[in-house]
């Protein structure tokens, strides 16, 4: 609250962004400016100069100085070496160069009724609540499965992912692969 306002906020394509800082007064121009969506300094006669410390949301907010940039969201590829034998377990391993956090993983809808997922591991922490190798159907992790956003672990760059796999099919061998989206501090 300022001057008992609310807080004026930056408008900008529905999404409020930054904030005043505290202490700093507004005439009736600016209060009506900042409510209709326009920006102090912009088209808001009542404010033509940013005060000082405040600049716009292209790289700096109103009160706390230069934004962190927004990761990138990147996939993380992880396969089978060769294909699995009807009925095998493997254990695959992928790593992430840049520190990576998961928060999907796909498994291509044409193969995921031929395996199960074991377990999920990154480092040596188990990804799933019972922490034991009891097995998920890959079905759950299709890309037309619904809700199945996840809040894996981070990982670190040096650290490995492990996904462990069975073929369920008694009959053919069968290559996995499956991938991992999340944001990266790539730089």
């Known amino acids: 609250m300022i001057h008992g306002y609310p807080s004026p906020r930056h408008a900008l394509m529905g999404r409020l962004v930054g904030a005043m800082s505290a202490g700093q007064a507004l005439s009736p121009a600016?209060?009506?400016?900042?409510?209709q969506g326009l920006p102090p300094g912009?088209?808001?006669?009542?404010?033509?100069?940013?005060?000082?410390?405040?600049?716009?949301p292209n790289g700096l907010n109103f009160q706390n100085g230069p934004v962190n940039v927004q990761p990138r969201v990147y996939p993380l590829s992880i396969a089978s070496n060769g294909t699995i034998a009807?009925?095998?377990?493997?254990?695959?391993?992928?790593?992430?160069?840049?520190?990576?956090?998961?928060?999907?993983?796909?498994?291509p809808s044409t193969i995921a009724p031929n395996f199960l997922i074991?377990?999920?591991?990154?480092?040596?922490?188990?990804?799933?609540?019972?922490?034991?190798?009891?097995?998920?159907?890959?079905?759950?992790?299709?890309?037309?499965?619904?809700?199945?956003?996840?809040?894996?672990?981070?990982?670190?760059?040096?650290?490995?992912?492990?996904?462990?796999?069975?073929?369920?099919?008694?009959?053919?061998?069968?290559?996995?692969?499956g991938t991992f989206i999340g944001p990266a501090l790539v730089p």
């Open 86 to 107: 009807p009925g095998a377990t493997q254990v695959l391993t992928a790593r992430a160069q840049a520190a990576f956090k998961p928060e999907r993983f796909v498994v």
């Open 42 to 56: 912009i088209g808001n006669p009542g404010w033509p100069n940013l005060p000082p410390g405040i600049a716009w």
């Open 30 to 35: 600016d209060l009506i400016a900042v409510t």
């Open 118 to 177: 074991n377990s999920i591991k990154i480092g040596a922490r188990p990804q799933t609540v019972d922490g034991a190798d009891t097995g998920i159907p890959a079905e759950v992790f299709s890309e037309v499965a619904q809700n199945n956003l996840m809040s894996f672990d981070s990982i670190q760059p040096g650290i490995d992912l492990y996904v462990t796999v069975t073929n369920l099919d008694t009959q053919t061998a069968r290559a996995f692969r």
